[in-house]
């Protein structure tokens, strides 16, 4: 699908959104964009917890150069966020008990004019980027900005908030060593990643892990044992897995904590603990589970999330100038670039069983399971 450019004369005020679960450098994106736009002598509207922001007016703030003072070495978002479900769509129950699903697109875009925008930047992951194009059906002139930190969306070499992750998630592996050690206990670290293990490998590869398993590779039970035994055989007492939360073995299912209800994905979770007891049962040795779960989302972007982040930002509101719309600004280095959102939305962005990572990972004699 072709970008859209705009027929607007000229833009005089933009809204700001930030949706989809919270990644470290979402109020970087918001400082880029604000003081860009300033600059330009717009004005900027930040909507409180995302699309939210459409059906009450109540529920923006004016952002101007104190609103966003000091906030990009901050973690979350100063705007809210909204996850899980469809917020164009309502659950009503009628005078009579039945209970149907009304369809609020038309009242987002009313809210859309009432707060008299003439351009819309919506900074999240896929979810988000999907009602964010059915906006741009609808009329409304929208850019998407990619946010996740399992780095899953297509269209961008990496977006904000991965880096951030695999840090954290490399830290906890690095102090774990040397407990492992002590008590020559296997540690099992659960992390983030349902359906994609960017984060489990780069974090594994990066923490010298030695057992890494990723959705992407369904893994047999008995070659995660037999690694742990090998090391057991060679003098090393102590062994590190680190496990996606959506890894899964090729006779089973991914562990969950919550089916799918009401439009909300289901909640993964438990593969960590699956893992763990499964690896004492068979070696005999003492094991541990770790699950680092949103503290990969939380606290300081790195340096390197805080410098794609300010650059995103910025390039959103370049695009907004420039007149295109129904486009997401994506990392393709090293420049930052534009892609259509009907070629981003639905589309898992998955490890490649080839990819440079993963064969290093094979060469450093790391287990994954396969």
């Not at 964009?33 to 703030?61: N, S």
């Not at 164009?88 to 004019?113: K, N, P, S, W, Y």
């Not at 990723?214 to 680190?242: A, D, M, Q, Y």
């Not at 990969?296 to 007149?323: I, Y």
Request: negative net charge; proline residues 4%; contains cysteine.
């Amino acid at each position: 699908m072709a970008e859209i450019t705009s027929a607007v004369p000229a833009i005089r005020r933009i809204g700001l959104a930030t949706g989809g679960g919270d990644a470290p450098g979402l109020n970087a994106v918001i400082r880029a964009a604000t003081l860009a736009a300033l600059r330009r002598g717009w004005e900027v509207v930040g909507l409180q917890d995302c699309f939210e922001g459409l059906f009450d007016p109540q529920g923006t703030r004016m952002l101007d150069g104190a609103a966003v003072r000091g906030i990009t070495h901050i973690g979350g978002t100063i705007l809210g966020t909204q996850s899980g479900g469809d917020p164009f769509l309502q659950r009503v129950v009628d005078a009579g008990g039945v209970e149907r699903t009304v369809d609020r697109i038309g009242d987002a875009v009313a809210g859309f004019r009432t707060l008299r925008l003439d351009a819309l930047i919506v900074i999240g992951g896929d979810g988000t980027m999907r009602l964010t194009h059915r906006l741009a059906e609808h009329g409304v002139p929208v850019v998407g900005v990619p946010k996740t930190i399992d780095n899953d969306l297509e269209g961008t070499v990496v977006a904000f908030g991965f880096d951030t992750a695999v840090s954290v998630a490399t830290e906890a592996i690095d102090r774990l060593h040397s407990t492992a050690d002590a008590h020559r206990r296997v540690m099992v670290v659960e992390v983030m990643g349902r359906y994609a293990g960017w984060i489990a490998l780069h974090a594994g590869v990066g923490g010298t892990a030695d057992v890494i398993l990723l959705p992407e590779i369904p893994f047999h039970w008995e070659r995660v044992f037999e690694k742990v035994r090998e090391r057991e055989r060679s003098g090393k007492r102590f062994s590190i897995v680190v496990v996606a939360e959506g890894a899964l073995p090729v006779d089973g299912e991914r562990v969950v904590q919550a089916t799918a209800t009401a439009g909300r994905v289901e909640k993964l979770g438990g593969i960590g603990e699956l893992v763990t007891g499964r690896i004492a049962e068979a070696t005999g040795k003492e094991a541990r589970c770790v699950v680092l779960g949103h503290l990969q989302r939380g606290g300081q972007p790195t340096a390197l999330d805080r410098l794609l982040s300010l650059r995103f930002g910025a390039a959103a509101v370049r695009t907004v100038e420039a007149g295109l719309f129904d486009v997401m600004v994506a990392l393709d280095p090293p420049d930052v670039v534009t892609v259509p959102l009907a070629q981003v939305m639905g589309r898992m962005k998955r490890v490649p069983l080839d990819s440079d990572t993963v064969c290093t990972a094979r060469d450093l004699g790391i287990c994954l399971g396969d």
